[in-house]
């Protein structure tokens, strides 16, 4: 029996080195740097749209997870930022954070009753939902209160509710209903035009006319979310950028106060009568600096003796820095960052025009106001009253971004292979149109 010798390189030819021939020589040549740049990026993007592991519920779980600890840190940075000041006033240093607690507790219930559902049932609620968010927008004009200069809550039975923050969620909704049902008539601007931007023009104005520029800039940011992803041609952002920043530069000169934090930032000094706009953002930059690579250690903060106007809110994000260092502050980036790489895989994996405009629109939402509260704090935007989603004290801002999570999730549930989906919760009957294959294909066996 002779065996099967096992494979083998070839002999070199005699006066001839082995393999280095220009075969081997070219094989060996580096490729070019724009080749490399160019396979890198694929690799990039590739990576970020997680092909394929959508269908393992890797992405489900890890909006899931990053939503959860940023909620989880968010209450517990609310504790130790406003116990010294609800000391001071004579209140239970746990009373914010119980109220964040349930708030959150609540959040996350409708959060997981949300992800069980049909996202395409939501269609139903679209117009209920934008005309209640702007009769109650209206509605606190009348008896709403005034905060710092603001007036966007209305008090229910000691309960403060922020009409404007349900308003974020009610317009992405009834954005991507009415931009799905126009499709192809997008490319032509009277469909651009009515009735997607006059009534966010009207959600913006009653937001504005409460004196609440950062609300109304997220606002802004959500409406071109919803054109940029129903696929409307480049050309009318540049326009309405235009219009936008004439508008911007209006409200601006017409507001005292708007000048002042604007110049403030810019030159660093105080305003003319002698208002120092950057004391709440130069207080913030110190916690930042204070804090070091780890911080001064959780609940040990300086800055949030009152230093920091609206520690607990707005300023968090340098309450973060200071006690918990760059580490935390790093650790809170690379939670929004999976947050969003996750709901980002979630977008591009959309084939239906609805589904891709409310979950993109929910991420810009989301990941820009986040940039924007953060870029305040660092000092690279003038002061804007935006608060850092999911960390920032205020139940109405929880409450809806929790919702909205929900809702990017019930569409990530559908990308999951059957077998290791989460089950529904709610069963609704079908309606007419989905009974129509059904009955076909019985129609057929019975033929």
């Not at 269609?123 to 109650?136: D, E, G, N, S, T």
């Not at 804090?291 to 959780?298: A, E, I, P, S, T």
């Not at 205020?394 to 019930?410: N, P, T």
């Not at 989906?421 to 009955?439: D, H």
């Amino acid at each position: 029996m002779v065996s099967t010798p096992t494979r083998r390189q070839p002999a070199g030819r005699p006066g001839r080195p082995t393999g280095t021939g220009s075969t081997a020589t070219k094989a060996k040549r580096p490729a070019p740097v724009t080749v490399r740049l160019r396979n890198g990026y694929r690799r990039f993007w590739s990576a970020l749209e997680g092909n394929g592991t959508s269908r393992n519920g890797s992405t489900y779980y890890l909006i899931l997870g990053s939503t959860l600890a940023l909620t989880a840190i968010g209450i517990m940075m609310v504790l130790s930022a406003s116990s010294v000041e609800s000391i001071a006033a004579g209140k239970s240093p746990y009373g914010d954070a119980l109220k964040q607690g349930m708030f959150a507790g609540i959040g996350i219930f409708t959060m997981f009753v949300l992800s069980r559902i049909n996202v395409v049932w939501l269609k139903r609620l679209a117009w209920p939902a934008i005309i209640a968010a702007m009769v109650l927008l209206a509605l606190v004009q009348v008896v709403g209160a005034e905060v710092n200069g603001n007036k966007n809550w209305i008090d229910l039975g000691g309960i403060t509710f922020q009409p404007s923050e349900a308003s974020k969620l009610a317009l992405a909704l009834w954005m991507a209903t009415v931009l799905a049902m126009k499709g192809k008539l997008l490319r032509r601007w009277q469909h651009v035009f009515v009735p997607a931007i006059p009534v966010a023009v009207i959600v913006i104005g009653l937001v504005l006319i409460g004196n609440d520029l950062g609300t109304a800039m997220i606002i802004m940011m959500i409406a071109a979310a919803a054109l940029f992803f129903a696929g409307v041609p480049l050309y009318f952002f540049g326009i309405a950028g235009l219009l936008g920043a004439a508008g911007a530069a209006v409200m601006a000169i017409t507001s005292s106060n708007r000048m002042c934090r604007i110049t403030s930032w810019w030159t660093g000094e105080s305003c003319a009568d002698g208002i120092d706009a950057n004391y709440q953002a130069t207080n913030g930059l110190y916690g930042l600096a204070s804090g070091g690579w780890f911080g001064v250690g959780l609940g040990q903060s300086r800055q949030k003796y009152s230093w920091i106007p609206e520690a607990h809110n707005d300023f968090i994000f340098a309450i973060i820095g200071e006690e918990l260092g760059l580490v935390g502050t790093v650790v809170v980036l690379i939670l929004f960052a999976i947050l969003g790489a996750a709901i980002y895989r979630v977008v591009v994996a959309q084939e239906d025009t609805f589904h891709r405009v409310l979950a993109g629109t929910i991420m810009v939402w989301l990941l820009g106001q986040a940039t924007v509260n953060m870029s305040v704090v660092t000092g690279l935007m003038p002061v804007i009253g935006v608060p850092l989603p999911f960390i920032s004290y205020g139940g109405s801002a929880l409450l809806m971004s929790l919702c909205a999570i929900g809702v990017v999730l019930s569409l990530a549930r559908e990308q999951m292979a059957p077998a290791i989906r989460p089950k529904r919760m709610l069963k609704f009957k079908a309606t007419g149109r989905e009974k129509a294959p059904r009955n076909k294909k019985s129609a057929r066996k019975r033929a």
